[in-house]
């Protein structure tokens, strides 16, 4: 089978050419306009995707060297994500299924980030266990079939990329901050700062008061995380203690999303008995966690795989995979088919 599979559900345009179930291309526009905005601006993404995917898809299908008429099927991301961003794909892959009178599979962009594990040689064996970390969600998944996904835990608040993002923006880092907290955390010190840890019950993440305690940390320049006491550096001396400290910082804060993270992964795998582990999601990217899941397992006697960069944050070749799965069970969805910003949730 040949599947065309388009991405659009946030601020990346993405096409992908999955053949049999290899990926031989995976084509990523990143829009570079929300920058100057520290943010994702839906209307912006919207009329990018637009203005993007046709090219995408014509430079994935050349990547794989396929045309048009070789395409079996379409697929694209129906939810979760911006409505304006979906309805893009989902309109673009719906005039195509009709164009070439070729089936149209609707993938739900969280299954597929799991699934971006199933796309190398070496795969997790079923029942298998996912980490999905990304901009808007954190979820344990317990995988069973690769259409037999349950979510086990979730974050009751902001998901781990978010606390990413809004603790470098605390930091004056500019949209996303992820990579770069990754990048200085390479230079600093982890043991040098200590941020609380959420007790939360269950599988289940927060990080909404990691975040409070950053921003009341630089509030002191680093003096005090008492949140009373808050406040009591001026503009200036919090600027100089980022400034000197910011490897440490972002070592730290890095250190302790990543213990977060990787103690309640440990615990549903133990409590589980699953013995194959994933990552997943654009944090799936981030050296320290990639570093310490693998550690983890060695430790443990776990399996554990981690998709490549390309599939980790948003990209049609984990749209493709998904597509190829439900081809495979033919499972198609009609020409209304509709996209929805929430769903697997
Ligand atoms: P969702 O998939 O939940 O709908 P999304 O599609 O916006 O959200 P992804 O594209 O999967 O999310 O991931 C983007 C997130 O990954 C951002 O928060 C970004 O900061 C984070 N990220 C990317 N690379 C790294 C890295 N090396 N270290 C830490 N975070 C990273
Ligand atoms: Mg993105
Ligand atoms: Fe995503």
Redesign the pocket.
């Known amino acids: 089978s040949v599947i065309l599979a388009i991405e659009s559900s946030?601020?990346?345009t993405s096409a992908a050419v999955c053949v049999d179930g290899k990926i031989l291309s995976n084509n990523i526009a990143?829009q570079a306009v929300h920058a100057q905005y520290g943010g994702?601006v839906p209307e912006l993404a919207s009329r990018a995707h637009l203005q993007n995917i046709v090219p995408v898809v014509d430079v994935a299908l050349k990547k794989a060297g396929k045309e048009l008429k070789d395409v079996d099927a379409i697929a694209f991301t129906q939810a979760p994500g911006l409505i304006g961003s979906l309805l893009v794909g989902a309109t673009f892959a719906k005039s195509l299924s009709l164009a070439l009178n070729k089936p149209l599979i609707s993938v739900n962009h969280m299954q597929a980030h799991v699934l971006a594990n199933l796309i190398p040689d070496r795969k997790p064996e079923f029942p298998f266990l996912c980490l999905t970390v990304s901009?808007g969600h954190t979820q344990i998944v317990l995988c069973k079939s690769p259409l037999d996904l349950e979510v086990i835990g979730e974050t009751i608040d902001d998901a781990a990329g978010e606390a990413f993002d809004k603790c470098a923006k605390l930091l004056g880092l500019p949209y996303?901050g992820g990579p770069l907290i990754d990048k200085y955390a390479r230079e600093g010190d982890p043991a040098r700062f200590q941020f609380p840890e959420p007790k939360i019950p269950n599988y289940n993440f927060s990080f909404s008061g990691l975040k409070t305690a950053v921003l009341y940390f630089l509030m002191n320049a680093g003096k005090s995380q008492i949140y009373k006491e808050a406040f009591t550096a001026t503009e200036e001396e919090r600027k100089k203690f980022i400034e000197e400290n910011l490897y440490d910082i972002c070592a730290s804060l890095q250190n302790r999303i990543i213990t977060i993270l990787l103690k309640k992964f440990a615990k549903a795998a133990k409590d589980l008995g699953v013995k194959d582990l994933c990552i997943a999601g654009?944090v799936s990217a981030n050296s320290g966690l990639r570093q310490a899941f693998t550690e983890m397992g060695q430790k443990n006697g776990w399996n554990t795989f981690i998709p490549e960069f390309q599939y980790c944050?948003?990209n049609a070749g984990m749209i493709a995979i998904t597509a190829y799965y439900k081809y495979l069970n033919k499972e198609f969805a009609p020409l209304t088919v509709q996209p929805a910003a929430r769903g697997f949730e």
């Open positions: 946030c601020d990346e990143t994702v901009g996303p654009g944050t948003d």
